[in-house]
């Protein structure tokens, strides 16, 4: 594929430095439909991106654009703060029946925010007035947003500079597999929560991430966050989940951290939960911990109908038929996988290895310059890929969930063809 890169325009002259997706890929995006995004000048590309896992159901999935088409003709409410609305009534009774009761869970629905970070400042602050501590632990490598909140429990040293003052109240410990299997799981953590003299303010909450997406694609074993949530249980913490870019469906079944077998305190979704790509958060929380004030946190762009729209017909159409989306996710994973493992016994003198679950893939390199390099390559042959990782040394894939077997495996070809370019 020839692409011409954008000549010096209104991107560049007028907006902000701090623009990144653009500078990797040099194109005007113009259309998009499913597994596929279309530039101005007609050149066709394979997403593995989903913008950054918000378009889990595919771009403009007609069946979530039908129902939003309707919603708009006839009038129904766009903005509504917190007011009681038709959309949030059949989003909230939809959320209910398809996805808390036929999993046991008692969540409360709060709605922060448009954005993920919305909900993680949420569940942070709820956690503090909960048990009237100050103190969150979180984990090394982990990513959970760019307001400030968010940021004292991030570990990307880059992105942590940002705020430009100190990032207070929260304290890292090792994410799973950190210390390569050297040391037994949390003895850490377990030590500083007993010592009296270790320092260490008695947490209100551990917030974790099950697959570190930001961090490199660092997926924690089961029995690592069973074990975190007998701790959590055992030393008066809350657990708090984010989910906002592995839940509603990511790894397979709708929350991540239902393999596991656990119950966390505090969820947080965003991005695919609105299934269209409109900003939407949710911060779920057991009943108990409904401990708020009217108003106590609110926001303007908190009622998102149209989002609520778009979410309830991604739940009836992708979550209601007895788990045909997980299967159908985790068979996807296990086509990439086996292509992972095609690449990296092709390519072993690279040092490449791979991770992941469901949906959601990294590919390493020895060297961690070539991860960009490959994504370079990539977009060139007409496949959108992103790093991630400290270093950016990990190639992301986060296709959509209905992507195709034959999308997957064109994109898996194009991949393979971009590894075999930097060698």
């Known amino acids: 594929m020839t692409i011409t890169p954008p000549a010096l325009s209104v991107f560049e002259s007028l907006e902000s430095e701090v623009r990144s997706y653009c500078r990797g890929w040099p194109a005007v995006f113009d259309r998009a439909q499913g597994a596929r995004i279309t530039d101005e000048d007609g050149h066709s590309y394979l997403d593995f991106f989903a913008g950054a896992g918000s378009l889990n159901y595919g771009h403009n999935n007609p069946v979530l654009k039908r129902a939003l088409l309707d919603y708009i003709e006839r009038d129904g409410i766009t903005h509504g703060l917190d007011m009681a609305t038709t959309a949030k009534r059949a989003f909230l009774e939809t959320f209910q029946n398809v996805i808390l009761r036929p ?3 008692p969540y409360k629905v709060m709605f922060p925010g448009p954005t993920g970070t919305n909900a993680v400042e949420a569940a942070l602050k709820l956690a503090r007035k909960v048990k009237g ?3 969150i632990v ?7 947003g760019m307001s400030l909140g968010s940021l004292a429990v991030t570990g990307n040293a880059f992105k942590r500079a940002g705020a430009g003052i100190p990032l207070v109240h929260g304290t890292p410990m090792p994410f799973d597999n950190y210390l390569d299997g050297r040391v037994p799981d949390f003895l850490w953590f377990e030590r500083l929560l007993e010592d009296q003299g270790s320092g260490l303010n008695k947490p209100a909450a551990v917030i974790v991430e099950t697959v570190q ?16 949530a007998d701790l959590c249980r055992r030393r ?13 469906g990511r790894t397979g079944a709708f929350f991540s951290f239902e393999e596991a077998g656990i119950v966390p305190d505090i969820v947080t979704l965003s991005k695919s939960i609105s299934g269209y790509g409109l900003p939407m958060s949710l911060c779920l929380f057991k009943g108990e911990l409904d401990v708020w004030e009217p108003g106590e946190h609110n926001g303007t762009f908190r009622g998102n109908n149209p989002a609520f729209v778009t979410a309830t017909a991604a739940l009836e159409a992708y979550w209601a038929d007895g788990g045909q989306m997980e299967k159908h996710t985790l068979a996807r994973g296990e086509q990439i996988e086996q292509a992972l493992l095609a690449l990296c016994t092709e390519h072993s ?3 490449a ?13 020895a060297d961690p310059a070539r991860a960009s390099e490959v994504c370079a390559r990539a977009f060139e042959l007409g496949l959108l890929l992103e790093t991630s990782g400290p270093k950016s040394e990990v190639v992301k894939l986060l296709p959509s969930l209905t992507i195709t077997h034959e999308e997957l495996d ?8 971009a590894v075999a370019a930097t060698v």
């Open 138 to 144: 979180s984990f090394t490598n982990a990513f959970h």
């Open 353 to 365: 290895s791979y991770r992941g679950r469901g949906l959601v893939w990294g590919l390493e390199f």
């Open 133 to 135: 501590r100050e103190s």
């Open 213 to 228: 997406g930001e961090g490199g694609i660092n997926v924690a074993r089961p029995e690592w966050l069973r074990a975190l």
């Open 349 to 351: 003198r690279l040092g």
């Open 410 to 417: 064109e994109g898996l070809r194009s991949l393979a063809r």
């Open 103 to 105: 999993r046991d869970l």
């Open 236 to 248: 008066d913490m809350l657990l708090i989940v984010d989910d906002i870019q592995m839940g509603c």
